[in-house]
């Protein structure tokens, strides 16, 4: 019986193997791996031009890869020959203008354009009157070379693209960054705040269910919410350098101490629970109403003054 060598086929193998699907396959090549295989380089150049060419500046890559989808269309109709002479003709002006994914469409007036008095005197030459939301606004350093390469013909404008400016996208990267983290941080203290606000709610429901409740039910609530409060009782420092009303104090802490009780001792606040929860029946209108508020607020601005000063 005479041995086979090594390496060699077998009687009856099939030699023929059905080629590999790869991406240099152009027949097995789907318009949705090609979509895909160009976002990469595309966002990459528009980050190569500035580092904040990001969402919410540009747009999303789910609609990236529909623009461009629409455009591989447009392109294999104009190359079958479809369509009258008029839209071949647009099509290929399309090829020479900027593929804009910016999500601000805004129009960008240069200086040199409006007779502007700080034509050529300042690093940013142009305008542009946005509304859009500060999140989605164009960066004003690219304002010029944006307006460039919207208004190129023939695929050349006034401006191109340069070696990355190693300074400048350090110093945008480390704005971005820094922007990142006050977002978290403002989160975080609004999930605190929130937190805060439906413990408050949820006492209330106890004290509201204590009035509701028998006499006997009354009593033994009555002494958990005097524990409650004696071990709440915990007082918030003053920002001396806050700058607006939501600064004065810290939101974050769990339990806010207020005005009312920072005079009273713990015992005093137990002797407190024991009073009967009565409003006493003084006589007030609304001129002694307006004069109390006027009293509260001078005193607060003094005391928060003087502190400033110091």
């Given at each position: 019986m005479?041995g086979?060598k090594a390496g060699?086929?077998?009687r009856?193998?099939?030699?023929?193997?059905t080629?590999?699907?790869?991406?240099?396959?152009?027949r097995?090549?789907?318009d949705k791996?090609l979509i895909n295989?160009?976002i990469v380089p595309l966002?990459?150049?528009w980050?190569?031009?500035?580092?904040l060419?990001?969402?919410?500046?540009?747009?999303?890559c789910?609609?990236i890869e529909?623009k461009?989808?629409?455009l591989w269309?447009?392109?294999v109709?104009t190359?079958?020959?479809?369509?009258?002479l008029?839209?071949k003709?647009?099509?290929?002006h399309?090829?020479?203008?900027?593929?804009?994914?910016?999500?601000?469409?805004c129009?960008?007036?240069?200086?040199?354009e409006?007779?502007?008095?700080?034509?050529g005197k300042?690093?940013?030459?142009?305008h542009?009157?946005?509304?859009c939301?500060?999140?989605?606004?164009?960066?004003a350093?690219?304002?010029?070379?944006?307006?460039?390469?919207?208004?190129?013909?023939?695929?050349?404008?006034s401006m191109?693209m340069?070696?990355i400016?190693?300074s400048?996208t350090?110093?945008?990267?480390?704005n971005?960054?820094?922007?990142?983290?006050i977002?978290?941080r403002?989160?975080?203290?609004?999930?605190?705040s929130?937190?805060?606000?439906?413990?408050?709610e949820?006492?209330?429901?106890?004290?509201y269910?204590f009035?509701?409740?028998s006499?006997?039910?009354?009593?033994?609530?009555?002494?958990d919410i005097g524990r409650?409060?004696?071990?709440f009782?915990?007082?918030s420092?003053i920002?001396v350098?806050?700058?607006?009303?939501s600064?004065l104090?810290?939101?974050?802490?769990?339990?806010?101490?207020p005005?009312?009780t920072?005079?009273l001792?713990s015992?005093?606040?137990r002797?407190?629970k024991e009073?009967?929860m009565q409003v006493?029946k003084?006589?007030s209108?609304?001129?002694?109403v307006?004069r109390y508020?006027?009293?509260?607020t001078?005193?607060?601005?003094h005391?928060?003054s003087?502190?400033?000063?110091e």
């Amino acid at each position: 019986m005479v041995g086979e060598k090594a390496g060699g086929k077998k009687r009856g193998e099939d030699t023929h193997k059905t080629p590999s699907k790869t991406k240099h396959d152009r027949r097995n090549y789907t318009d949705k791996e090609l979509i895909n295989d160009m976002i990469v380089p595309l966002l990459h150049q528009w980050t190569k031009a500035n580092a904040l060419f990001k969402p919410p500046v540009i747009n999303q890559c789910r609609t990236i890869e529909l623009k461009l989808t629409k455009l591989w269309h447009k392109a294999v109709e104009t190359s079958l020959g479809k369509g009258n002479l008029a839209r071949k003709n647009e099509f290929l002006h399309t090829l020479d203008t900027l593929f804009d994914i910016l999500t601000c469409k805004c129009s960008i007036q240069l200086c040199s354009e409006s007779n502007c008095s700080h034509s050529g005197k300042r690093e940013n030459n142009s305008h542009i009157d946005c509304g859009c939301p500060r999140e989605k606004k164009i960066p004003a350093l690219e304002l010029e070379f944006i307006k460039a390469q919207r208004t190129k013909a023939e695929g050349q404008g006034s401006m191109q693209m340069g070696s990355i400016d190693y300074s400048e996208t350090k110093k945008q990267i480390a704005n971005a960054k820094k922007r990142e983290q006050i977002r978290e941080r403002e989160q975080k203290k609004k999930m605190k705040s929130e937190e805060a606000i439906q413990r408050e709610e949820e006492l209330c429901q106890d004290v509201y269910h204590f009035f509701d409740s028998s006499s006997d039910e009354q009593e033994a609530t009555s002494d958990d919410i005097g524990r409650l409060f004696v071990s709440f009782k915990k007082s918030s420092p003053i920002n001396v350098n806050a700058t607006k009303l939501s600064e004065l104090v810290d939101l974050s802490l769990e339990v806010l101490e207020p005005p009312l009780t920072t005079s009273l001792t713990s015992q005093e606040l137990r002797n407190l629970k024991e009073t009967p929860m009565q409003v006493p029946k003084w006589p007030s209108h609304t001129q002694s109403v307006e004069r109390y508020v006027k009293m509260v607020t001078e005193a607060a601005g003094h005391v928060y003054s003087h502190e400033r000063r110091e």
